[in-house]
């Protein structure tokens, strides 16, 4: 029988499992990626700076977000 330790790095295992399957996909991000993924325009110089991790320009990001509030 498992005691509470045991049960604790269990949880713990599992919770990091989860989270390093879950991690967003900038964590591989491709610098020399400068269009927008969703519209095909150029990703402007300042967010690539600002956010390097940025997929998407500031519009079609503000079109992301407006969406997934209203799921919410």
């Not at 990703?43 to 998407?56: D, L, M, V």
Request: hydrophobic share 40%.
């Amino acid at each position: 029988m498992a005691d509470n330790a045991d049960l604790a790095t269990e949880l713990m295992e599992r919770r990091l499992a989860g989270a390093l399957a879950n991690r967003p996909a900038w964590i591989g991000y491709d610098p020399a990626v400068t269009d927008c993924e969703d519209c095909g325009d150029e990703i402007p110089a300042a967010r690539r700076q600002a956010a390097p991790w940025a997929t998407t320009c500031i519009e079609c990001q503000g079109i992301r977000e407006q969406r997934a509030a209203q799921r919410r």
